[in-house]
C-alpha cells in the first residue's frame, strides 16, 4: 500500500512539474531593471505621499511585493542603480540603453521593464526610444505614491508594464510608458502634476492605449521613428555633447545663455514664451552664439503646439534650428544625440522632423 501512495505521489509531483515547466515556457521572459525613484521609495507613515524618501526598496523587493507577476511572467531583476531621477546623468542614460540593448540581443529576453522616478521618466524613455535597437517591448514604470503609503500606484503599475512587456501588441511600438492603467508613448508623454496618482498624459497628441484586465489594448501608435529605425548608436559612447537649456520668461536676460556657452555647452535649447519667441535683449547674444558655433535650438515653454520655422525669429538667416512638437527637455536628447553624428544644422533640423 505505502509503495502504491509513494508511486502515485511521484506521478504526480513529476505531473505537476512537467505542467508547470510547460507554462512557465509559455509565459514572457521579462526582465525589471531598477532604477530608485518612488516606485522604490518609502515614507515615515502611511498617509506620506510627500517628504518620503525615493530610492530605498532593491528590485527584489518591489518584485516580492507582487507576488501576481509569476502568473503573467518569468521576471528576473536587476538593479542597474538606485537614485532619485532628478539626479539622473547622460552617464546613467549611457549605462542604461547599453545594458538594454545587450539583454535585449539575447534570445530569452522578450521584454523589459525599466522602473524609474517620475521627474525625469519621460527624459529616459525618449532617450531609450532613439537608441533600443530591437523591437522588443521596454516599458518604464514610476509611481506618484511610494509602497509605504495608502493606495501605493506601485504595485499595479509594475504588473502592469510587465503585463504590456510581455504582450504580442506592444512590439514594434517604441519605448512605452506605462502609469495609472494608461499606456503612452516615449515621444510625447509628459509629467504634468507635481504629485497626483494622473500625472502622467499625452496632451493634445494622445496616449496609445489602456491596460485593462490582463491585457494591453493599443488605438493610436506613433508616426515618428525610433527603436530600429533610428540613426543613432550609442554602443561607443563614452559621453555625449553638453547641452542646456534656456528658460525664457518677462525681463530675461542673457546671463544664463552667457554661463552655459562659457561652461562649454556645444548646443542650447531656448526654451521661449509662446511660439518660441527670443526677447529683443538675448536675441543678439543667441545669434552670436551661433555665429561662434554654438547649434541654437528655439523650443518652448509653453507644451503642445509645434514651433513654426520662421515664425518668431528668422531661422533661415540665424541659422537657429526649430524643435518641432518636442518639449525643450526632450529636444535637449535628441540634439545630443543629433550632434553625435552632425553640426550640420540642415542635418540637425531634419532630425528634428523624422524623430
Ligand atoms: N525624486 C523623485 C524621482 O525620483 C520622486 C518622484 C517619483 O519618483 O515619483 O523622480
Redo the contacts with the bound molecule.
Sequence with gaps: MQRNTAKHFLFALFAFLIAFSVHAEKLPNIMILAT????A?SGATSTTTVGYT??TVGVQQLINAVPELAKISNVTGEQVFQI???SMTNEHWLTLGKRVNVLLAQPNVDGIVITH????LEETAYFLNLVVKSRKPVVLV???RPGTALSADGPINLYNAVLIAGSQEAIGKGVLVALGDQIHGARDVTKTNTSTPDSFKTPELGMLGYVQGPKAFFYHSTTRKHTVDSEFDISNLSALPQVDIVYGYANMNSVALNAFIAAGAKGIIHAGTGDGSVAAKVKPDLAAARKNGTVIVRASRVGNGILARNGEANDDELDFVVADTLSPQKARILLMLGMTKTSNTKELQRMFYTY
Design positions: 530608485g525613484g518612488t516606485i521609495g525615493a530610492a532619485a531621477s532628478e522616478g517620475t521627474d525625469t514610476g509611481a506618484m
